[in-house]
T-cell receptor, first 115, second 113 residues
Framework: AQKITQTQPGMFVQEKEAVTLDCTYDTSDPSYGLFWYKQPSSGEMIFLIYQGSYDQQNATEGRYSLNFQKARKSANLVISASQLGDSAMYFCAMREGRNDYKLSFGAGTTVTVRA | ETGVTQTPRHLVMGMTNKKSLKCEQHLGHNAMYWYKQSAKKPLELMFVYNFKEQTENNSVPSRFSPECPNSSHLFLHLHTLQPEDSALYLC????????????FGQGTRLTVV
């Protein structure tokens, strides 16, 4: 079964506007971590933001925030004030267990920011 | 620059060739990973090394042979590949059990012809 589901293959957003990327996950482990990565055309995976399953507050990192809804098993990424440099592929990933080193990735969402 | 360097960035090889991908990090990490990213598929973990010892082989075919001579270097030796092996191969490193602090390289874009 798919552990991470990203239902939006591609999205367009106007510069300076906000965009929300959907991510739902499936796990029976009470301890898990959720990640978002950005992959520009150059290929590397750039870590953006992390949310632990026991974290009480939603994670924020600059223009990135994670809308964590535990009961719905969703971890949507919100990018505020989009910039042209935000155009990239975005991946949601999950680590199950507190110390597991494996990441399960979603299929990704391509974001294109328009001027 | 993430601190994880992969070479070559692009590789085209025939099905009978033997080639190697290289990954190098000087972040002081003791865990290194190989991931495969195929078109329209999620990233797949292939191998994990902790302190130079292989701790994970995710049912990878034997035509992919990893090697970790020290904590800073990781290789992926390739031989008799198939066209469906064409993909972006990403290397990552972290401290053991700290995948939440992993750094990725830029990947090697492999095309098997």
């Amino acid at each position: 079964a798919q552990k991470i589901t990203q239902t939006q293959p591609g999205m367009f957003v106007q510069e300076k506007e906000a965009v929300t990327l959907d991510c739902t996950y499936d796990t029976s482990d009470p301890s898990y971590g959720l990640f978002w990565y950005k992959q520009p055309s150059s290929g590397e995976m750039i870590f953006l933001i992390y949310q632990g399953s026991y974290d009480q507050q939603n994670a924020t990192e600059g223009r990135y925030s994670l809308n964590f809804q535990k009961a719905r098993k969703s971890a949507n990424l919100v990018i505020s004030a989009s910039q042209l440099g935000d155009s990239a592929m975005y991946f949601c990933a999950m680590r199950e267990g507190r110390n597991d080193y494996k990441l399960s990735f979603g299929a990704g969402t391509t974001v294109t920011v328009r001027a | 620059e993430t601190g994880v360097t992969q070479t070559p960035r692009h590789l085209v090889m025939g099905m009978t060739n033997k080639k190697s991908l290289k990954c190098e990090q000087h972040l002081g990490h003791n865990a290194m990973y190989w991931y495969k990213q195929s078109a329209k598929k999620p990233l797949e973990l292939m191998f994990v090394y902790n302190f130079k010892e292989q701790t994970e082989n995710n049912s990878v075919p034997s035509r992919f042979s990893p090697e970790c001579p020290n904590s800073s270097h990781l290789f992926l030796h390739l031989h008799t590949l198939q066209p469906e092996d064409s993909a972006l191969y990403l290397c990552a490193s972290s401290q053991p059990d700290r995948i939440d602090e992993a750094f990725f390289g830029q990947g090697t874009r492999l095309t098997v012809v």
